[in-house]
């Protein structure tokens, strides 16, 4: 059996919820080997990002060479990357025919800014035209487009900017508005999907983001296309959010793993 690989360039979450710790969480229970480019640090529990700090531009180069220079990466995907500076680095070293996954981390629940404004216009700039599939939340979507997110109609129209900017699909992601139940949509060269998902009885999840776009580089990364590993991730989330794991402050967070949580 071939082992696929897939590389996550995103932020350390201290907490292990979100960020670099789930997605090679993610991508190893979705079927390939997880590898990592630390992009940027955090300090964080379930409640709040105390602190975050960069990764030098020529180190973050440094991780990626080292990765090419031996494996035969299937499929990337991008995550916090904190300043315009690293957004740069990543864009710089990607291999030209990178199988690419933006996710555009701005702002996380907690409030914490992850990606500040030039950052998020060196996004737009250096990263939208790579992109096999972006996959923004309504908040990220709207700040990227500048288009207010209000209905369908209004999501197709900002689905069309993101592939103007040469994003050959995007998944606008409609969880922050109940209106939408829950579902997502992928805007691509074939037209408009909506995706449809579970109800679940949680709102505030940490990490939903980032283990979604990991699991849908995976499904890339072994060669499934782009609809059906976007329907695969999206089931797959539901179940790290159905075994999601409460943190002592009552913060519930993904558990791609769905390891077991004793309960006494
Ligand atoms: N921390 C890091 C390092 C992340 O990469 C992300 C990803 O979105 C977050 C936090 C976001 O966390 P939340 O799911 O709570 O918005």
Request: hydrophobic content about 45%; glycine content about 10%.
């Amino acid at each position: 059996m071939t082992l696929n690989y897939a590389v996550s360039i995103a932020g350390s979450d201290s907490s292990g919820g979100a960020g670099l710790q789930t997605d090679i969480k993610t991508m190893n229970a979705c079927g390939v080997w997880g590898m990592t480019v630390v992009a940027a640090l955090t300090a964080q529990n379930g409640t709040q990002v105390t602190a975050s700090a960069k990764v030098e531009a020529d180190f973050i180069a440094k991780q990626i060479a080292a990765l090419c220079a031996e494996f035969p990466v299937s499929a990337w995907k991008t995550g916090m990357l904190n300043t315009a500076e690293t957004v740069h680095a990543v864009a710089g070293a990607l291999p030209a025919d990178a199988l690419l996954v933006v996710d555009p981390v701005i702002v996380a629940t907690s409030g914490a800014v992850l990606l500040d404004a030039p950052g998020v216009a060196a996004v737009t700039d250096a990263l939208l035209s790579r992109a096999a599939v972006v996959t923004p939340n309504i908040p990220e979507t709207e700040y990227l487009s500048g288009i207010h997110i209000t209905d369908t109609a209004s999501i197709e129209k900002a689905g069309q900017w993101f592939r103007e900017q040469g994003a050959s699909a995007v998944l606008i992601k409609g969880g922050h508005n109940p209106a939408f139940a829950g579902s997502d949509f992928l805007i691509d060269g074939d037209g408009f999907h909506t995706i449809e998902g579970r109800r679940l009885p949680y709102s505030d999840i940490h990490g939903t983001g980032c283990c979604l776009s990991s699991a849908i580089a995976a499904y890339l990364a072994q060669g499934k296309n782009m609809l059906s590993a976007v329907k695969q991730a999206k089931e797959f989330v539901s179940s790290a959010i159905e075994h999601s794991v409460v943190y002592p402050s009552g913060r519930r967070t993904v558990n791609p793993l769905c390891i077991t949580v004793c309960k006494d």
